[in-house]
């Protein structure tokens, strides 16, 4: 069974997504990739606790407190790789960034591999079923791009801004898939 609800921010409406036990998906209102892991329908059931817990832990967030990320039982799905990308994820502290090159990097080192492509990280955060819980706005580009946000660049902007990252020496991409 899946259950949803829907959650109204300062960003627009957001869609949370559950298995009864878990948090399994969290997607902006006209995000890429939206409710992708979803199969047919998202019918509207009864809320479990889950459900009611992701809601008053974006309460918090939004509130500008510091939610911990296993404050909720997340499972979102994936591939064993887009799993491990979204692991590291979760350990950027909040007010923070790290770049998709520092993510390759690490994800080499678990993999014993010499390296590892940038890009292919890259599509693994950009496919978070659980975005801003699982914090894949904190990933720049190595080159201090904003690039890469399935939910829009404005929204990772107002992300970042909310955890106090100064935005300012970032730059905007002047094209592609994010913006």
């Given at each position: 069974m899946v259950y949803t609800a829907q959650y109204?921010?300062?960003?627009?409406?957001?869609t949370l997504a559950s298995d009864g036990q878990n948090l399994t998906g969290l997607w902006l209102e006209g995000q890429k990739y939206f409710a992708s892991t979803l199969k047919g329908k998202m019918p509207l059931q009864e809320e479990p606790p889950v459900l009611q817990a992701a809601k008053r832990w974006l309460d918090r967030y939004f509130a500008g407190e510091k939610p911990k990320i296993d404050d909720l039982p997340l499972?979102?799905?994936g591939?064993?790789?887009?799993?491990?990308?979204?692991?590291?994820?979760?350990?950027?502290?909040y007010g923070s960034v790290t770049t998709y090159g520092e993510l390759a990097r690490k994800i080499a080192a678990i993999q014993k591999r010499p390296s590892m492509?940038?890009?292919?990280?890259?599509?693994?955060?950009?496919?978070?079923?659980i975005s801003i819980i699982i914090p894949c706005h904190r990933v720049v580009g190595t080159s201090g791009s904003l690039t890469g946000y399935a939910g829009g660049i404005g929204k990772k902007i107002q992300l970042l801004e909310r955890e106090g990252v100064d935005t300012s020496r970032f730059t905007i991409p002047t094209k592609g898939t994010a913006l």
């Open positions: 109204p921010s300062p960003l627009g409406m957001i499972a979102p799905e591939s064993r790789f887009q799993q491990e990308v979204w692991k590291l994820l979760c350990e950027i502290p492509s940038p890009q292919a990280v890259g599509s693994a955060v950009g496919r978070n079923p």
